[in-house]
């Protein structure tokens, strides 16, 4: 087991509601990215934040924004939910921002959007 | 842009036969590559990575891969299935350049048979 804890577990939402997703990294890791697994499929990045900035993104749009707080703990915001936003969502810490530095993954949350 | 291909979504092998799960890779640019595992309801676990260096890496739980790059492969192979080895495999490629993206595969399910 990781260091790494995700909130809630499971969660389930409407069609055009908001989310917070939270992860707690694990310790002395300043790096959180976050990623989508839809059920089947691997996991797609969404994105990176290093120090409290965003550090790179993958091919989401911005209704998908986060936050890294000064311990960095991280959440994920999704805004105007969409059937197809139901998945896993898993975060990741790491040492560093350069993807030599091995990610340790939190459980994931599970998202069902109705 | 990357992108990383698995060979066949199911592969099945009896305990103590060898385990090969394939993987290529495309990548305009020297890769770093990725082979995770996820065992049900459970975050991903790294089980090896290629940076650089030797192109023959060795991981956790017996399992190795080697970069070829000729052939754009990172084939993951462990000499000696066993019942606990059961899970989802995805492998990742990932570099320097691309702003922090991840590219995952779509995953393989190794099946052991007693």
């Known amino acids: 087991e990781t260091g790494v804890t995700q909130s809630p577990t499971h969660l389930i939402k409407t069609r055009g509601q908001q989310v917070t997703l939270r992860c707690s990294s694990q310790?002395?890791?300043?790096?959180v990215s976050w990623y989508q697994q839809a059920l089947g499929q691997g996991p797609q990045f969404i994105f990176q934040?290093?120090?409290?900035?965003?550090?790179g993104r993958g091919n989401f749009p911005p209704r998908f924004s986060g936050l890294q707080f000064p311990n960095y703990s991280s959440e994920l915001n999704v805004n105007a939910l969409e059937l197809d936003d139901s998945a896993l969502y898993l975060c990741?810490?790491?040492?560093?921002?350069?993807?030599?530095?091995?990610?340790?993954f939190g459980p994931g949350t599970r998202l069902t959007v109705t | 842009a990357q992108s990383v291909t698995q060979l066949g979504s199911h592969v099945s092998v009896s305990e103590g036969a060898l385990v090969l799960l394939r993987c290529n890779y495309s990548?305009?640019?020297?890769?770093?590559l990725f082979w995770y595992v996820q065992y049900p309801n459970q975050g991903l676990q790294l089980l090896l990575k290629?940076?650089?260096?030797?192109?023959l890496v060795k991981g956790i739980n017996g399992f190795e891969a080697e970069f070829k790059k000729s052939e754009t492969s990172f084939h993951l192979t462990k000499p000696s299935a066993h019942m606990s080895d059961a899970a989802e495999y995805f492998c990742?490629?990932?570099?320097?350049?691309?702003?922090?993206?991840?590219?995952f595969g779509a995953g393989t399910r190794l099946t052991v048979k007693p």
């Open positions: 990548s305009s640019v020297p890769p770093y």
């Open positions: 290629y940076t650089t260096g030797a192109t």
């Open positions: 934040y290093y120090r409290e900035e965003e550090n």
């Open positions: 990742a490629v990932s570099d320097l350049y691309n702003n922090n993206d991840m590219r």
């Open positions: 310790s002395g890791h300043n790096t």
């Open positions: 990741a810490s790491s040492r560093g921002r350069d993807r030599t530095y091995e990610q340790y």
